[in-house]
């Protein structure tokens, strides 16, 4: 079975400080992972994914995710947060058999100035 | 510009209508889904199809509907069998996933309201 958890529902931070956004998963296979932004009604947008090609992945504007299987998480990490980056951000993995995107419930980013 | 059009933004029902929510994509993707978003809830799968003339239920898929007539369209039927339709509604596409390294890309969403 698979499922994700992301750990933090609202996180805040100041502009120019890290950002860190928790995600766990559980899957009975090796799992592709990914990460969405929203922001507010609108569309997802794919951030970045891992495909097992190397454990530490880069995304668009300034975002990256290390995939540790050791602990089955794939956080999303940020060295320094912008306004813009404010919106909602989904951890999701799929599996080996059709359709299957499993989502997690969101975490919220605020970014104060 | 390649992408997923869904159509409108903004919808309003009355209670007991059916009604349809359009989504059109460009990007030659033989699956496409439907989910529903509700705050707190991430996103749960409705309906998806892999080909055309073919679809399979999801994981709340009671109260809708769905045909895959063409290739590029997908639309929704939510009916009056849904019980609480008032919700936002995301359409996505994927290319046929032989493997599941493959993402899904999304529509802008269109925003059900009942009253």
């Known amino acids: 079975a698979q499922s994700v958890t992301q750990l933090d529902s609202h996180v805040s931070v100041s502009e120019g400080t890290p950002v860190l956004l928790r995600c766990n998963y559980s899957?009975?296979?090796?799992?592709?992972l990914f990460w969405y932004v929203q922001h507010p009604n609108k569309g997802l947008q794919l951030l970045l994914k891992?495909?097992?090609?190397?454990?530490l992945v880069k995304g668009i504007n300034g975002f990256e995710a290390e995939f540790k299987k050791s602990e089955t998480s794939f956080h999303l990490t940020k060295p320094s947060a912008h306004m813009s980056d404010a919106a909602e951000y989904f951890c999701v993995v799929s599996a080996n058999n059709f359709n299957k995107f499993y989502f997690g419930s969101g975490t919220k980013l605020n970014v104060k100035p | 510009d390649g992408g997923i059009t869904q159509s409108p933004k903004y919808l309003f029902r009355k209670e007991g209508q059916n009604v349809t929510l359009s989504c059109e994509q460009n990007l030659n993707h033989d699956a496409m889904y439907w989910y529903r978003q509700d705050p707190g809830q991430g996103l749960r799968l409705i309906y998806y199809s892999q080909i055309v003339n073919d679809f399979q239920k999801g994981d709340i898929a009671e109260g809708y509907s769905v045909s895959r007539e063409k290739k590029e369209s997908f639309p929704l039927t939510v009916t009056s069998a849904q019980k609480n339709p008032t919700a936002f509604y995301l359409c996505a596409s994927s290319i046929e996933r032989t493997d599941w390294n493959t993402e899904a890309f999304f529509g802008q969403g269109t925003r059900l309201t009942v009253v």
């Open positions: 891992y495909t097992s090609a190397a454990t």
């Open positions: 899957s009975s296979y090796s799992p592709s």
